[in-house]
């Protein structure tokens, strides 16, 4: 597997605050920003000193031209960003762009569009953009959810530019894909999947609600499948639907290339997130798109780095993806995860699910 770093990424810095909102006069303490740099360093380290570091390539990320992103964001968006990056300034409550941080974003954007490259020429059939700050919440000329640059959207439009003629977004991150959503929406050519807790809209940088009944429209009219889920379901509940829901749609879409929207806030002890996925969850639902890979576009994969809050514990989970998408045995244990989950009571969430669903119904 290609990877794809750049040390300045650490450097990305987020006021601190209640929670991942905007400080409070009424706190003597404000707590430290969920999306922090130790997230990331943690997720290199685990990958460098676990039992997969001899499987990695170690690639320096470039800076994505303004080129590059107009493809997928607009002119006027670009320059509000540039605009920010000069200053410093939020967004939204929770998306803050530091002084100099464009530069940074640049290059995350570069790294998805540089592991697309890769895994396209057929130089790798694995290649990450670990990057941060995250990015699939970013629309087409809005900010959102500590995102600014669409990556996943940039790596699908770069697949199709190289002679991809379908590409798939497998979206697992705890929260909906609102970005490829809304940049894809009338699109027949990307797929949009996203696997993410019933969160619903949170207000005027994220109105999409993430709800089944957001399809596609016009030409794009089915190919925007959302999985929302009950809080809690754990590893059954994602084994299951991925089994029944996003294995399915993928056969039926037969994609050139799959991009993972490679988020692990939906691990069991993730501030953001509510799904209790174990390392156990989340290196079977990499196995399983592994395989799918192997049959339906010989293997080519590009993982873009999302969400992950819990600093210690989400890079254990990232560390798993990355071992079942070398199908590699899970050899480093789980530190922490304990709280089992009940295979039935997820059989049960995900059959009304379906039974409800427009395109799995």
Not at 107 to 118: E, L, N, P
Not at 284 to 302: F, P, S, T
Not at 340 to 353: F, G, R, T
């Amino acid at each position: 597997m290609t990877v794809f770093f750049d040390e300045s990424m650490l450097g990305f810095r987020i006021p601190d605050g209640v929670f991942d909102s905007l400080p409070s006069d009424l706190l003597d303490v404000q707590m430290a920003q969920p999306e922090r740099p130790e997230r990331l360093a943690n997720t290199v380290s685990v990958l460098k000193r676990g039992p997969a570091a001899s499987y990695l390539d170690w690639r320096p990320a470039r800076a994505a031209t303004d080129a590059e992103i107009l493809t997928f964001h607009t002119p006027a968006y670009l320059a509000e960003l540039e605009e920010a990056s000069r200053v410093g300034r939020h967004l939204t409550r929770s998306t803050y762009m530091p002084p100099g941080g464009l530069e940074i974003v640049r290059r995350g954007a570069g790294a998805a569009i540089d592991a697309t490259k890769a895994v396209i020429s057929g130089e790798a059939k694995l290649a990450y953009a670990l990057v941060r700050p995250p990015a699939h919440h970013a629309q087409p000329g809005t900010a959102d959810g500590y995102c600014f640059v669409n990556n996943c959207g940039l790596a699908a439009l770069e697949a199709l530019s190289l002679g991809a003629q379908r590409v798939a977004l497998v979206d697992w991150d705890v929260h909906h894909g609102n970005g490829a959503q809304d940049g894809f929406y009338e699109r027949d050519d990307i797929l949009t999947i996203s696997i993410h807790m019933n969160h619903g809209a949170w207000g005027p940088s994220h109105v999409q609600t993430g709800d089944v009944n957001e399809t596609g429209k016009n030409a794009g009219a089915g190919y925007n499948l959302n999985i929302p889920l009950p809080f809690g379901i754990g590893d059954h509940g994602y084994a299951q639907l991925f089994e029944r829901c996003v294995d399915p749609a993928l056969r039926r879409f037969k994609p050139d290339l799959l991009i993972l929207v490679n988020g692990q806030d939906a691990n069991q002890f993730d501030p953001n997130g509510r799904q209790c996925v174990t390392m156990a969850g989340f290196h079977h639902l990499a196995c399983q798109l592994r395989a799918l890979a192997d049959e339906l576009c010989g293997g080519k994969i590009v993982v873009t780095q999302e969400g992950g809050y819990n600093p210690t514990y989400a890079p254990f989970c990232a560390y798993a993806v990355v071992a079942g998408l070398l199908k590699l045995p899970l050899e480093l244990e789980d530190p922490i995860a304990f709280y089992p989950d009940d295979p039935v009571q997820a059989k049960n969430c995900i059959d009304q699910l379906i039974a409800q669903h427009p395109l799995l119904s």
